[in-house]
């Protein structure tokens, strides 16, 4: 330590390398030889070891929901599509024709697409302003119907991609932003629905994929992988480029909801992969990532300005607080898991049993780091040899 001080009973301590913070409580270490002393953890009251056990993960919380706030009260960058129609079906197909450009809503002029679905959706009724060749038209909605809209009308959306997601078929095999797919296969792309059809419909496990990159052509054959998060679903890894960029900001109280949605809303659907990615053990493989992938998406996140950086700071902290209750001895999740068997029992578990299982949790912890980087290396160069992500 650099420095070291003691203030009512508790160490403090800032090491040369302050690259993370622990706790370590006295008589945590399971010590089959520490004596029984009323301040010790081991002989703590179940409860008061379950609380000490979500502290931790309770504060990284905390700190995802305050990021959160944050971000959405700052001028945030908005990356949106064009607030053109793409398609429409059933009785929209009457109102809204591909080609027609919004222009208005409520007399407020529209930047993007989902701006557009936005403002809508903030009155009962709308009055919307359309351009179709050299005509305007005006037309109502109701907000009722906006649901409905968002699934019937689509945004005129290019096969260009936007983002590629490390890791995954498209990174390795070297797609870059701005790349535009005119075929898979053997069929042309004139749009992003087209191209994602084309992808989910085949029954190979490859796509053949033509690409044109500043003017010329390349072809890569991608393997598929399937989504964790839907099954029967297969991708590749990339989105659609956003080309609508504006800021935008949020008051107080909108702002502190929409931080407790994003983070609420987050931590569910991470649970919901965690699930699926155990009961859907072939897909760990594209799920695990180690340093490597955390400095890519860090990357990413930067490019696009602090408050998506900061977005990015709060989702870690939040997959911090996933993984530390998982119920595995040597996480808090195991503090967690053996604080309720002694609330059940009556008393906790014999410590040569605890010794035994937070050597079985610390050495698969030490097999997940090991595979991570593994994993993590493997796609790196994956990556490199496939040529076409030099610049």
């Given amino acids: 330590p650099i420095i070291k001080f003691r203030r009512s009973g508790i160490d403090y301590r800032i090491g040369w390398l302050p690259l993370g913070g622990y706790v370590k409580m006295k008589g945590e270490a399971l010590d089959e030889d520490a004596p029984e002393e009323a301040d010790s953890f081991q002989y703590a009251k179940w409860w008061k070891k379950l609380i000490i056990a979500v502290a931790g993960p309770f504060a990284n919380f905390i700190l995802a929901v305050l990021i959160f706030i944050l971000s959405f009260m700052l001028p945030g960058r908005v990356e949106d599509l064009y607030p053109v129609v793409g398609r429409s079906n059933g009785i929209y197909s009457r109102i809204l024709q591909p080609g027609d450009s919004i222009l208005a809503v409520n007399n407020k002029s529209v930047r993007g697409w989902y701006h557009f679905i936005g403002i809508a959706a903030e009155q009962q009724s709308s009055t919307v302003l359309i351009k179709r060749g050299d005509l305007r038209l005006r037309i109502n909605l109701k907000r009722d119907s906006l649901a409905e809209l968002a699934e019937k009308v689509l945004p005129q959306v290019p096969?260009?991609?936007?983002?590629?997601?490390?890791?995954?078929?498209?990174?390795?095999?070297?797609?870059?932003?701005?790349?535009?797919?005119?075929?898979?296969?053997?069929?042309?792309?004139?749009?992003?629905?087209?191209?994602?059809?084309?992808?989910?419909?085949?029954?190979?496990?490859?796509?053949?994929?033509?690409?044109?990159?500043?003017?010329?052509?390349?072809?890569?054959?991608?393997?598929?992988?399937?989504?964790?998060?839907?099954?029967?679903?297969?991708?590749?890894?990339?989105?659609?480029?956003?080309?609508v960029v504006y800021y935008q900001s949020n008051p107080p109280l909108k702002a502190m909801k929409y931080g407790i949605s994003a983070t609420t809303g987050f931590v569910a659907v991470n649970y919901v992969g965690l699930y699926k990615l155990i009961t859907n053990p072939g897909t760990i493989k594209s799920s695990v990532g180690g340093p490597v992938m955390i400095y890519s998406l860090s990357s990413q996140s930067a490019k696009k300005g602090w408050n998506s950086w900061i977005v990015f700071v709060a989702a870690i902290s939040l997959v911090l607080m996933i993984m530390n209750l998982l119920p595995i001895p040597a996480l808090d999740g195991g503090h967690v898991m053996f604080a309720l068997i002694q609330a059940v029992t009556g008393k906790p578990l014999p410590h040569k049993v605890q010794i035994i299982l937070q050597n079985i949790g610390f050495m698969l912890l030490l097999l997940l780091m090991v595979y991570a980087f593994y994993n993590d290396f493997s796609k790196v160069l994956a990556r490199a040899y496939s040529g076409m992500g030099k610049p």
Avoid at 162 to 177: D, K, N, Q, T, Y
Avoid at 182 to 203: A, G, H, N, P, Q
Avoid at 218 to 235: H, K
């Fill in 159 to 243: 096969a260009v991609v936007g983002e590629v997601s490390p890791g995954m078929p498209a990174w390795r095999a070297g797609l870059r932003s701005g790349d535009r797919i005119v075929r898979i296969d053997s069929s042309d792309v004139k749009d992003w629905y087209v191209m994602r059809e084309l992808i989910s419909s085949t029954r190979r496990d490859t796509v053949r994929l033509t690409l044109n990159r500043s003017g010329k052509s390349f072809v890569q054959t991608l393997q598929l992988e399937e989504n964790p998060l839907s099954e029967g679903q297969r991708l590749i890894g990339i989105s659609q480029q956003m080309p």
